[in-house]
């Protein structure tokens, strides 16, 4: 096992990290996916859900009773197990990776756990500068569960299918980390950012390493692309994200770029964020389901071009979950016309290529059944 050796989280990944992603990544040249993401004409339209690992599954149910969430996260063989369940159940182009956004903090020795029904709780929430000062940054020898996990997964994939890494972003990492657990509005958190934007600024500084460690150790792994998720995002104004978020996530973006994989970047509620959380540095912009993606891919090419940027970027998204709630001959139709705007923006060439996705995650509800139409639907157009 090799264990990623970039000793300052901040600085150019080292040569030998580079090789140790280099040596770990399966070639894959032919994946809907890359080939999708790379702006090339895939063999089918490439598949993944949100959340497709986990609850909706009997599967993960029956594997995960009487585990701890986080004690699974930690565990190689049902991290591997319990990310290739949906990959071969519904025939997914991408597996993600099972885990949490809270892994890297808990595995730093932050008391944090995964509360069933609730999600991410803290023993103790992080408001203050010495709180700040006394919350610890994740080392990669630390996530070594994680990257034995990362290789049992790709020992299994077929070559045509990636496994997507992923991290939470600064904000939504630091909502939890300050109210405590999950958070209707997120009012704690803005009030400090907006009282004691010092406080704030600090405590993003100490999480962005984190968010670098956890990328690059998957990174070095062997994972074939990555996710951020801001999913809070949302709750913020474009002024306030471009004050206080956009400069953290950028640095994350600038530190995992060398490895040369396609990288993600989503939040819920972002319309009007697209193009600033494009311009972050992703190549892939995922949408939630609010925004048809040829009017979310025309904003975003409008923004980075106006700001000189690369243009245009490969668009992922974007069924409303609770439309997998429906009846079959619903979701096929949501689907036709999701495709048909991921194709208008390529058409229009305000897109690269189209990864289908859901606007946000698998709601537990859902009849596994359902998703795996979704997936067949999909891949038939
Ligand atoms: O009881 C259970 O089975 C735990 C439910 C669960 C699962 C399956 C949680 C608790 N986390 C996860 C896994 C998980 N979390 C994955 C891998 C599975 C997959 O996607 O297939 C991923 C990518 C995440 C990422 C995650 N965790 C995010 C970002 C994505 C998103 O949904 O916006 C967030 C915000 C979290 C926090 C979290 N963890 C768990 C819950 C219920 C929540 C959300 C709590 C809230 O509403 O604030």
Same mark, same amino acid.
């Given at each position: 096992?090799?264990?990623?050796?970039?000793? *300052?989280?901040?600085? +150019?990944?080292?040569?030998?990290?580079l090789? =140790?992603?280099a040596?770990?990544?399966?070639?894959?040249?032919d994946?809907?996916?890359?080939?999708?993401?790379?702006?090339?004409?895939?063999?089918?339209r490439?598949? $993944?859900?949100?959340?497709?690992? /986990?609850?909706?599954?009997?599967?993960?149910?029956?594997?995960?009773?009487?585990?701890?969430?986080?004690?699974?996260?930690?565990?190689?063989?049902?991290?591997?197990?319990?990310?290739?369940?949906?990959?071969?159940?519904?025939?997914?182009?991408?597996?993600?990776?099972? *885990? !949490?956004?809270?892994?890297?903090?808990?595995?730093?020795?932050?008391?944090?756990?995964?509360?069933?029904?609730?999600?991410?709780?803290?023993e103790?929430?992080?408001?203050?500068?010495?709180?700040?000062?006394?919350?610890?940054?994740?080392?990669? #020898?630390?996530?070594e569960?994680?990257?034995? /996990? @990362?290789? #049992?997964?790709?020992?299994?994939?077929?070559?045509?299918?990636?496994?997507?890494g992923?991290?939470?972003?600064?904000?939504?990492?630091?909502?939890?980390?300050?109210?405590?657990?999950? *958070?209707?509005?997120?009012g704690?958190?803005?009030?400090?950012?907006?009282?004691?934007?010092?406080? $704030?600024?600090?405590?993003?500084?100490?999480?962005?390493?984190?968010?670098?460690?956890?990328?690059?150790?998957?990174?070095? =792994? /062997?994972?074939?692309?990555?996710?951020?998720?801001?999913? $809070?995002?949302?709750?913020? *104004?474009?002024?306030?994200?471009?004050?206080?978020?956009?400069?953290?996530?950028? %640095? @994350?973006?600038?530190?995992?770029?060398?490895?040369?994989?396609?990288?993600?970047?989503?939040?819920? +509620?972002?319309?009007?964020?697209? #193009?600033?959380?494009?311009?972050?540095?992703?190549?892939i912009?995922?949408?939630d $389901?609010?925004?048809?993606?040829?009017? =979310?891919?025309?904003?975003?090419?409008? !923004?980075?071009?106006?700001?000189?940027?690369?243009?245009?970027?490969?668009?992922q998204?974007n069924?409303?979950?609770?439309?997998?709630?429906?009846?079959?001959?619903?979701?096929?139709?949501?689907? %036709?016309?999701?495709?048909?705007?991921?194709?208008?923006?390529?058409?229009?060439?305000? =897109?690269?290529g189209? @990864?289908?996705?859901?606007?946000? #995650?698998?709601?537990?509800?859902?009849?596994?059944?359902?998703?795996?139409?979704?997936?067949?639907?999909?891949?038939?157009?």
């Open positions: 096992m090799t264990l990623p050796t970039s000793a *300052s989280p901040d600085a +150019n990944p080292t040569d030998a990290g090789a =140790a992603a040596a770990a990544r399966r070639a894959a040249p994946a809907p996916f890359l080939v999708a993401a790379a702006g090339g004409t895939p063999s089918r490439p598949v $993944w859900m949100m959340r497709q690992a /986990g609850r909706s599954l009997p599967e993960y149910r029956e594997l995960r009773a009487g585990v701890e969430m986080l004690d699974s996260c930690f565990r190689p063989d049902l991290l591997s197990e319990i990310t290739l369940q949906p990959v071969r159940r519904h025939d997914a182009d991408a597996a993600i990776l099972f *885990s !949490d956004i809270v892994v890297p903090l808990k595995a730093a020795g932050v008391a944090v756990d995964i509360v069933p029904g609730r999600g991410p709780v803290l103790h929430p992080v408001r203050t500068p010495a709180d700040i000062a006394a919350l610890p940054t994740v080392e990669p #020898g630390q996530l569960s994680v990257v034995e /996990g @990362i290789g #049992g997964v790709l020992d299994e994939l077929r070559d045509d299918q990636v496994l997507i992923f991290a939470g972003a600064p904000f939504t990492l630091a909502s939890y980390l300050i109210e405590g657990g999950p *958070s209707k509005n997120h704690i958190t803005k009030s400090l950012m907006y009282s004691e934007p010092q406080t $704030w600024h600090a405590l993003m500084e100490r999480l962005t390493p984190t968010v670098i460690t956890f990328l690059r150790t998957q990174l070095e =792994a /062997g994972i074939d692309a990555l996710q951020l998720f801001d999913s $809070w995002a949302g709750f913020l *104004s474009l002024k306030d994200y471009r004050e206080f978020v956009a400069p953290y996530s950028q %640095r @994350i973006f600038d530190a995992v770029r060398p490895y040369g994989v396609p990288m993600i970047h989503f939040g819920v +509620n972002t319309a009007e964020l697209l #193009g600033e959380m494009a311009a972050v540095g992703p190549d912009i995922g949408v $389901w609010k925004t048809p993606l040829d009017v =979310a891919a025309a904003r975003v090419t409008a !923004d980075l071009r106006d700001r000189g940027l690369r243009v245009p970027r490969a668009i998204g069924l409303d979950p609770a439309v997998l709630l429906a009846g079959p001959e619903v979701i096929a139709g949501h689907v %036709r016309r999701i495709c048909a705007e991921g194709d208008a923006a390529i058409a229009a060439g305000n =897109a690269t189209h @990864i289908f996705n859901l606007g946000h #995650g698998v709601l537990p509800e859902t009849d596994p059944d359902a998703i795996t139409r979704a997936f067949a639907e999909v891949h038939a157009l």
